[in-house]
């Protein structure tokens, strides 16, 4: 069953087209990676799938129900959370506090935000500086951070917008290590990287944006030998 659905999603601003018709879908359970060269439309398509932005053509669907114009906090609350790119965490709260934010005012249930935040510190293995303040967390523990406050949301979705972008091999891989255990509990993946191999690891199925338009839809292996995808990064 598709749990996100896109069709015919335009977004322009001004003169520029950064999304063009492009319509897809993802099932509950999948774990779908989204690629394409710098400024390819990714980042504004999860956006405007996440209500950051309202697309100026199209429809935007999960779980059946049409969100398109939504407000973040409301799709957040149905169970559709994105990551940010570029992680900012408060810096005058603790790791939990950081995450309980998310569970308390993005979440889907109520019950015990903070003990969701505390879980959710765990499952990134972050639960033992979950009373520190994130002001000297490595660039890669600032993303598990970023995770912990998404996942602390209990979302039926998660959207990852390069969120291995900036490490080294070896944090990538436990980042990489971490989406496929998130997967594996159940949830719904959507993530985009620049870089290939690490999503090509995790992806059931990926998609290629290239000038706003979807050229491509395959398996990691299909995608990876596809001439138009070839081309595509060639080009950059
Ligand atoms: P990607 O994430 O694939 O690198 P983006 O979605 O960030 O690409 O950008 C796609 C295109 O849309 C680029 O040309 C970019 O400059 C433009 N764009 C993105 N966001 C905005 C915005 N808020 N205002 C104007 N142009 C934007
Ligand atoms: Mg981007």
Redesign the pocket.
Known sequence: MAILEGEHLTKR??G?V??DDVSFSVDEGETVGLI??????????F?VVSGV?EPTEGTVRFMGDDITGAEPYDICHRGLVKTHQIVRPFGNLTLLENATVGAEFGGRKHDDPEERAYEALEFVDLVERAHDEPDNLSVGELKRLEIARVLATDPKILLF?EVAGGLDPEETEEIVDLIGDINERGQTVFL?D?VMRALMKVSHRVMV?DR?KLIAEGTPAEIQSNEQVIDAYLGE
């Open positions: 601003f001004g520029v950064a999304i394409g060269p710098n400024g390819a439309g990714k980042s504004t398509l956006r932005h917008d985009i620049h944006l706003g």
